[in-house]
Structures are given as structure tokens and as C-alpha cells.
């Protein structure tokens, strides 16, 4: 057997910077085998590409009977350096608490399609989402693909499961967006309180919450009527060194292109003065630059979870149908586009990847769309009509 050939690069720039080592190893006869690590420090991606290979050589009853248990720390610590810490906690705790308990002492090649079908229904009759049980299966999916990657086995259970259907357990979590009108009487009845800003700040702009919790008086640029966008705030598990603990993170936000500026209204610049000289009556001082936007009476951070609460309190206390967080985003971008504001403009100011996203997600919601089209379609195409038979009767004339 030959000896392994090593090729080491770097991708992204900056903190998105990379090192990408490759360990391939021809052999006479077969297949070469080819393994992958990525990891910001470059003594570390190549460590964990050699020491991947160094498994894949190693005799074939060597990787026989491993358990599940086992499998799923394997590919945990694999993921480390490649993925957000909150993101492989999320991980852990998912293949952990629904994948574990029933299958963890079995060896990974004793776990059928059949188990992976009965175990998602047993977590919809238990009174999971839809969701969150086609989430497991994609966990369990990408588990199998870490080990067939790794060699360990060739089959991947999961993914001969079709994914549930809505309509086959229930109704999504996604709430109805308010319309106008909800909109109007929320943004009152939060006007002078701890709510007001962040309402604002998600309706008028599309912000995420942990995109707003994680904002500071540093990020408002007045002569600009700017925000900057450059982080988000969290509460969520993460993996840090093989325990997982659970805690509240500021780190970067969802993509690439959640990083942006945005250009504030003057509703908005109305309601950050507002919230400047509130700050100033609770707490004695004006805001400093690393004081948060979003803050309780005593001018400290919420947590992110914790806004959720606060929320659904004043729903309550005001008599306002209550929706989900998240759901402020979709309401933001529904009214945006039955105003006729264009998609384009709606996907950069949500900052999604693309047009298609926002199309997908939001333009089947928007009721007036079809209404619209209808309509400007039957004036243009009778106004056109009528322009076009005046004209040949004044040819005809002539």
C-alpha cells in the first residue's frame, strides 16, 4: 500500500478563514480512500484528515459492532471546527434525547428503515411536531452519511423514510401574520413601554429577534439612519470540548448575507429617540455604546428566550392575538409585499440568500398578489383594447 497523499489549503478570509486538509490513499486494485477536515488552525485539520485515514486502514473487523452511542460522538467531534458550537449542541441533543434512548446500545447496521419509521411515529403520538419529528430524521440522515463517508457502513436507514406531511399530523407552528390593523393597535398599545423598540425594530425592518437582542447603541449610526447587522444573540445548547451545556451566545448571524446594513425609517428613528430618553428616566445616565438596545427596566440585556415571554404577556394584557416571535418577521414581510414594496427589496432588507427564499416562504401568504395581478392585468389588457380600436377607426377615417 502506498504511502498517503496530503494536500492542505485555506478557504473563506477573515473569521470565515478555513484550512482544508485531504488525506487520500490510492490502493492497488480498489478504490482510494479519501478523507476531508476543515478547522481555523491548520495543525489541527491536518491532525484529524491523517488520523480519519489511519481509521479507514486499519482491518475491516476493527469498525464491526460499532454502537450507536458510539457512532453519534464519533461524528460529533468530526463536526467540530466545520459548524457554530450552538449548532453541534443542537445536534447533540437532538441524536441524544429521541435517537439514543432506543437505539444507542445497538450496532448501527441493526437499525432498519422500520425503526426509523416506528421511532418518528412514536414521537408524533407523544405530541411532537411535524417538524421537529422530519428534523430527527434528518439528524439520523446525516449521521449515516458521516458513516458511510467514514466507511462504517453502507447503508443510511433514514434515508429510505419519507418526510411526514403537515396535513398528516397536525397543524404547523407557524402562526397567522397580523394583519394591518393587529399591527396598528400592537405598536400602541407598546408605545412608552419595554416592548416598543423591539416591535418596531421587527416590523418595520424584518429583524430576527436574536438579531435585535444582540444589537448595541454602537450599531445605531444617526447620521447615517443606519443599523449594523453583524451579530445574533442566542440562548441554545452548544458543544464545547464533548459536554454540552446550555447558555446564552452572541455569535455570527444565520448566513452570509444577515450581515447588512439597515437603513432605518423614521418611525424607526422616532422610536430609538423614545427608547434613548426612557433609558435615561430608568436608569439615571444616557445609553452608552455597549449598552443594548433592547433592555429591561434596569437597562441590562434581555435574554433572548426570555423576550418570548415578555411577548406573551402583553398579548395577553392588551388583548392581541398572539403569534410566535418569528412570526413578527413573517408579518413584517407579508404587509411589505401586499404594499406592493418589490420582491427584490423585501429578500435585501429580510437578508435572505436570494429572491427565490422570499418567494417561497412569503408570496404564497400574500393574498393580494393574486388579486392584483387580475386586476392590472384586466386594465392594461382593455385600456390597450380600447387604445388599439381608436386608433384603426382614426386610420379607417383617414
Known amino acids: 500500500m502506498s504511502e ?46 491523517t488520523a480519519a485515514l489511519e481509521a479507514l486502514r486499519a482491518p475491516k473487523s476493527a469498525h464491526e459492532g460499532v454502537s450507536v452511542e458510539a457512532a453519534i460522538s464519533r461524528y460529533l467531534v468530526a463536526l467540530e471546527g466545520t459548524i457554530k458550537d450552538t449548532t453541534i449542541g443542537e445536534y447533540a441533543y437532538q441524536l441524544g434525547h429521541y435517537f439514543g434512548p432506543d437505539f444507542g446500545a445497538r450496532a448501527i447496521d ?16 407523544r405530541g411532537l411536531s411535524i417538524s421537529t419529528a422530519n428534523t430527527i430524521r434528518t439528524r439520523i440522515s446525516s449521521l449515516y452519511e458521516f458513516l458511510r463517508r467514514e466507511q462504517l457502513t453502507e447503508k443510511n436507514p433514514a434515508s ?12 404547523t407552528l407557524v402562526q397567522r401574520p397580523w394583519d394591518l390593523s393587529e399591527v396598528r393597535d400592537a405598536l400602541k398599545a407598546a408605545e412608552g413601554g419595554e416592548l416598543h423598540l423591539f416591535l418596531v425594530l421587527c416590523l418595520f425592518t424584518g429583524l430576527r429577534r436574536g438579531e435585535v437582542a444582540a444589537l448595541r447603541w454602537r450599531d445605531v449610526d444617526e447620521s447615517q439612519k443606519t443599523l449594523d447587522i453583524s451579530k445574533t ?21 444565520k448566513t452570509k448575507s444577515s450581515k447588512r446594513t439597515v437603513y432605518c425609517s ?63 418577521r413573517h408579518t413584517s414581510a ?9 420582491l427584490e427589496a423585501v429578500s435585501e432588507g429580510l437578508g435572505h440568500s436570494g429572491v427565490d427564499i422570499t418567494k417561497r416562504i412569503y408570496a404564497p401568504r400574500v393574498a393580494g398578489l393574486g388579486i392584483r395581478y387580475a386586476s392590472q392585468l384586466d386594465a392594461f389588457i382593455s385600456e390597450t383594447d380600447s387604445a388599439a380600436r381608436f386608433l384603426g377607426e382614426e386610420v379607417k377615417s383617414a
Open 110 to 125: 441493526e437499525v432498519s428503515p422500520a425503526d426509523v419509521r416506528r421511532l418518528l411515529r412514536k414521537l408524533l403520538d
Open 266 to 328: 423614521n418611525e424607526v428613528l422616532k422610536a430609538l429617540y423614545k427608547s434613548r430618553r426612557r433609558f435615561a428616566e430608568q436608569v439615571g445616565r444616557l445609553p452608552e455604546p455597549e449598552d443594548p438596545l433592547i433592555y429591561k427596566d434596569d437597562g441590562s440585556a434581555f435574554v433572548p428566550s426570555s423576550l418570548r415571554n415578555v411577548f406573551v404577556r402583553f398579548c395577553k394584557q392588551n388583548g392581541i392575538r398572539q403569534i410566535r416571535l418569528h412570526d413578527l
Open 160 to 171: 429510505l423514510v419519507k418526510p411526514f406531511r403537515a396535513s398528516l399530523g397536525g397543524e
Open 4 to 49: 498517503p497523499i496530503i494536500s492542505i489549503w485555506p478557504t473563506g478570509s477573515g473569521k470565515d478563514k478555513r484550512w482544508v486538509c485531504q488525506a487520500r490513499l490510492r490502493r492497488l486494485g480498489q478504490k482510494p480512500i479519501t478523507v476531508q477536515r476543515r478547522h481555523p488552525v491548520k495543525s489541527v485539520a491536518y491532525e484529524r484528515a
Open 334 to 342: 407579508v404587509i411589505a409585499l401586499e404594499a406592493g414594496i418589490p
Open 233 to 253: 444573540a442566542v440562548t441554545s445548547r452548544a458543544w464545547k470540548g464533548g459536554v454540552v451545556s446550555r447558555g446564552t451566545y452572541t455569535q455570527e448571524p
